[in-house]
């Protein structure tokens, strides 16, 4: 074994399995904002408190935490 007294650097090839995955995008709400839940169907933004969002559905208020992957604005 020897040693080159450099650091291991490795090239990583632009289509690469092992690239690490890209963040995802986080989406922002406003309050009125109107929007679709797929458990709870249509609703709307009745407050926003950090990573999560209160909504108003015919079913009564839903709180939903980060990331919204069940609710998309309309």
């Given amino acids: 074994m020897t040693s080159h007294g450099t650091p291991d650097r490795r090239r990583h090839l632009a289509n690469s399995p092992f690239r690490p995955?890209?963040?995802?995008?986080?989406e922002t709400f406003a309050v009125g904002d109107r929007v679709?839940?797929?458990?709870?169907?249509?609703g709307v933004v009745v407050a926003t408190s950090g990573a999560s969002?209160?909504?108003?559905?015919?079913?009564?208020?839903?709180?939903?935490?980060?990331?919204?992957?069940?609710?998309t604005h309309l």
């Fill in 21 to 26: 995955a890209p963040t995802p995008v986080i």
């Fill in 53 to 71: 969002v209160t909504l108003r559905f015919e079913s009564g208020l839903v709180r939903v935490n980060s990331p919204f992957e069940r609710l």
């Fill in 36 to 42: 679709s839940h797929m458990r709870h169907g249509l």
